[in-house]
């Protein structure tokens, strides 16, 4: 089952416009993502600041379909998937109410924090990773069409 993020747009979220800052919404999705690391029972303190290995942001993606204001309260769902023996991506879906208002993808490597070289993933991750994903759906990439439910497909609005 995906993991779950509860969090209310604040006022410093957003821009001149009174919408959501495009990037905080990958910050957005960045807690969430520390938020399943702790329900893992992994240590973020440990996690982010003295580990043997690093796990990078090497791509990401968002697709906005509708705007989110000051006030929405945020549901951010995740899904992670391994993708190879060092790698993985985790795709969130952010729905407002019953809408969904932004997908994003991340996509991680693990390296050895020391040499910068590539390292297989620890099992503590690969743990994670199995318990986050089970009985998930397969993820909509960002840019594939996802208009199911009565959901707009990328780009519709």
């Known amino acids: 089952m995906p993991f779950t993020y509860n969090?209310?747009?604040?006022?410093q979220d957003t821009d001149a416009a009174g919408v959501v800052y495009f990037a905080n919404v990958l910050g957005i999705c960045h807690e969430a993502y520390e938020e399943s690391l702790e329900a893992s029972s992994i240590n973020i303190k440990?996690?982010?600041?003295?580990p043997s290995v690093a796990f990078p942001i090497v791509h990401t993606s968002v697709d906005f379909l509708r705007p989110m204001f000051v006030g929405d309260k945020l549901l951010i769902s995740l899904i992670p998937q391994k993708i190879g023996v060092d790698k993985f991506e985790i795709t969130y879906e952010i729905t407002v109410g019953e809408v969904v208002v932004a997908k994003a993808i991340t996509r991680h490597v693990c390296i050895d924090a020391s040499s910068r070289s590539k390292h297989e993933l620890p099992d503590e991750i690969v743990q994670w990773l199995e318990t986050n994903r089970r009985d998930a759906e397969k993820p909509v990439r960002c840019g594939e069409s996802s208009a199911v439910g009565g959901f707009p497909a990328v780009g519709d609005w």
């Open 7 to 11: 969090r209310t747009v604040r006022f």
């Open 46 to 50: 440990d996690f982010f600041t003295n």
